[in-house]
């Protein structure tokens, strides 16, 4: 079957599926064609560029086996995410282990399947790796002072710049590879300038190191890399234009290039259809419906706290004129499950319960966060498609697979 890639292209290709299969709702569908797209868009928009898919952005097994077959290498972040690529025919050293925080005995498991590459933002977590999985590579994550992105990660990880080039010092003093710098400037990171403030940063860094004997040989940028929601975002262009032009003020020698893509390959890839399963207006005072889903912040929806990531919201199956505004909520007995209540968004006047929504670009975080059985609810439920066919009909909870 001929499949065509163009993004307007998915949700017509999802919506004929759920026209003509109605699985329970809620429920996730990823068009692999559409992630096999935006892999290729970001191989094109960073040529020479290592890939590595952040696989905790959607670890669906189909969604893997697609980018296993594409030559992708996989940032892992668990023994759990090693063990899946594996199992899915990744090789070991396609695989970098990304996160930070680590047990010794997760990274003596990464060790004895082959991993050889970590990143590393504390001394102890060095030794570690060191001890653990001795002559590995290791990068140093950088802290940087980029601004916000629409999802920050503060303080939590990162060495302060200026003990990072002690850092790849001590790696190569205890007999690891001083392989470069990483860092992530924080998902759904609208704002292009906040690489160009990483590079800067890290050009300084390497140019520390280079004076003490270790060339940085790799600068791994992260993910990060926005999607459109109800607002727009960057395109992969002008990020690739911003960090090339970055690495070469801030680089007398500019390093191999890694990225760890999360959510700009398979966000777009995924819509998830819900159900009302109730409408009502709370106050006399507030002209808003309280809209209930079957979907929450519990099961699939965690990014909507603080109503950072704003999916868009399209009815399916609603006649009728006019539309007014809605608090959209979740289904749970939990107060903070909410989604919507500060961020405007208007449904059909006629919106009544069993009607259905769609939301758009919920190929990313939504399945992977979703919990094992909060309220007795099960985890959302993935159906894969590949050439416009379903591939995989994604049981709930891991232990069905
Ligand atoms: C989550 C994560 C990513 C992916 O981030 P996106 O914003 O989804 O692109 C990449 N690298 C690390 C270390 C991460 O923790």
């Given at each position: 079957?001929?499949?065509?890639?163009?993004?307007?292209?998915?949700?017509?290709r999802?919506r004929?599926?759920?026209?003509?299969?109605?699985?329970?709702?809620?429920?996730?569908?990823?068009?692999?064609?559409?992630?096999l797209?935006?892999?290729?868009?970001?191989?094109?928009?960073?040529?020479?560029?290592?890939?590595?898919?952040?696989v905790?952005?959607?670890?669906?097994?189909?969604?893997?086996?697609?980018?296993?077959?594409?030559?992708?290498?996989?940032?892992?972040?668990?023994?759990?995410?090693?063990?899946?690529?594996?199992?899915?025919?990744?090789?070991?050293?396609?695989?970098?282990?990304?996160?930070?925080?680590?047990?010794?005995s997760?990274?003596?498991?990464?060790?004895?399947?082959g991993?050889?590459?970590?990143?590393?933002?504390?001394?102890?977590?060095?030794?570690?790796?060191?001890?653990?999985?001795?002559?590995?590579?290791?990068?140093?994550?950088?802290?940087?002072?980029?601004?916000?992105?629409?999802?920050?990660?503060?303080?939590?990880?990162?060495?302060?710049?200026?003990?990072?080039?002690?850092?790849?010092?001590?790696?190569?003093?205890?007999?690891?590879?001083?392989?470069?710098?990483?860092?992530?400037?924080?998902?759904?990171?609208?704002d292009?300038?906040?690489?160009?403030?990483?590079?800067?940063?890290?050009?300084?860094?390497?140019?520390?190191?280079?004076?003490?004997?270790?060339?940085?040989?790799?600068?791994?940028?992260?993910?990060?890399?926005?999607?459109?929601?109800?607002?727009?975002?960057?395109?992969?262009?002008?990020?690739?234009?911003?960090?090339?032009?970055?690495?070469?003020?801030?680089?007398?020698?500019?390093?191999?290039?890694?990225?760890?893509p999360g959510?700009?390959?398979?966000?777009?890839?995924?819509?998830?259809?819900?159900?009302?399963?109730?409408?009502?207006?709370?106050?006399?005072?507030?002209?808003?419906?309280?809209?209930?889903?079957?979907?929450?912040?519990?099961?699939?929806?965690?990014?909507?706290?603080n109503?950072?990531?704003?999916?868009?919201?399209?009815?399916?199956?609603?006649?009728?004129?006019?539309?007014?505004?809605?608090?959209?909520?979740?289904?749970?007995?939990?107060?903070?499950?909410?989604?919507?209540?500060?961020?405007?968004?208007?449904?059909?006047?006629?919106?009544?319960?069993?009607?259905?929504?769609?939301?758009?670009?919920?190929?990313?975080?939504?399945?992977?966060?979703?919990?094992?059985?909060?309220?007795?609810?099960?985890?959302?439920?993935?159906?894969?498609?590949?050439?416009?066919?379903?591939?995989?009909?994604?049981?709930?909870?891991?232990?069905?697979?």
């Amino acid at each position: 079957m001929a499949v065509t890639n163009t993004l307007t292209d998915t949700p017509h290709r999802i919506r004929r599926f759920l026209a003509d299969h109605d699985p329970p709702t809620p429920c996730l569908v990823i068009d692999v064609d559409t992630v096999l797209d935006r892999y290729r868009a970001l191989t094109g928009a960073f040529p020479g560029a290592r890939v590595l898919y952040a696989v905790k952005a959607n670890p669906e097994p189909a969604v893997v086996d697609a980018l296993v077959a594409a030559g992708t290498g996989f940032d892992v972040a668990s023994p759990g995410e090693i063990d899946l690529c594996l199992d899915r025919g990744a090789a070991p050293a396609a695989l970098s282990y990304g996160n930070p925080i680590k047990k010794p005995s997760a990274i003596a498991l990464a060790a004895a399947r082959g991993v050889r590459e970590f990143v590393c933002d504390a001394e102890s977590d060095v030794a570690n790796v060191a001890e653990h999985a001795p002559g590995a590579a290791v990068s140093v994550r950088l802290l940087t002072d980029s601004p916000d992105s629409v999802t920050p990660f503060g303080q939590k990880f990162g060495c302060p710049p200026e003990r990072a080039a002690d850092l790849l010092v001590r790696a190569a003093d205890l007999g690891l590879d001083p392989l470069g710098l990483a860092f992530h400037v924080g998902s759904q990171q609208l704002d292009a300038s906040a690489w160009e403030v990483a590079i800067a940063a890290a050009g300084r860094v390497a140019a520390a190191a280079a004076e003490r004997g270790v060339p940085v040989r790799r600068l791994n940028v992260g993910g990060g890399f926005a999607v459109p929601y109800t607002g727009p975002a960057p395109d992969l262009a002008e990020y690739a234009a911003r960090i090339d032009a970055a690495l070469r003020a801030h680089f007398t020698d500019p390093p191999e290039l890694a990225l760890e893509p999360g959510r700009a390959v398979v966000a777009e890839a995924g819509l998830i259809r819900a159900e009302v399963v109730l409408v009502t207006q709370r106050s006399p005072a507030d002209p808003r419906r309280w809209v209930y889903l079957d979907i929450g912040r519990y099961n699939g929806l965690a990014e909507t706290e603080n109503e950072a990531i704003t999916y868009p919201v399209e009815p399916v199956d609603v006649d009728g004129d006019g539309d007014g505004p809605v608090v959209l909520a979740g289904p749970t007995c939990d107060g903070d499950d909410v989604l919507y209540q500060r961020t405007p968004y208007r449904l059909p006047l006629a919106l009544r319960a069993g009607h259905r929504l769609d939301l758009r670009n919920t190929g990313a975080y939504t399945a992977s966060y979703s919990s094992v059985a909060f309220n007795g609810i099960e985890p959302l439920r993935t159906y894969c498609l590949l050439g416009g066919r379903l591939i995989s009909a994604g049981a709930g909870t891991p232990a069905d697979r």
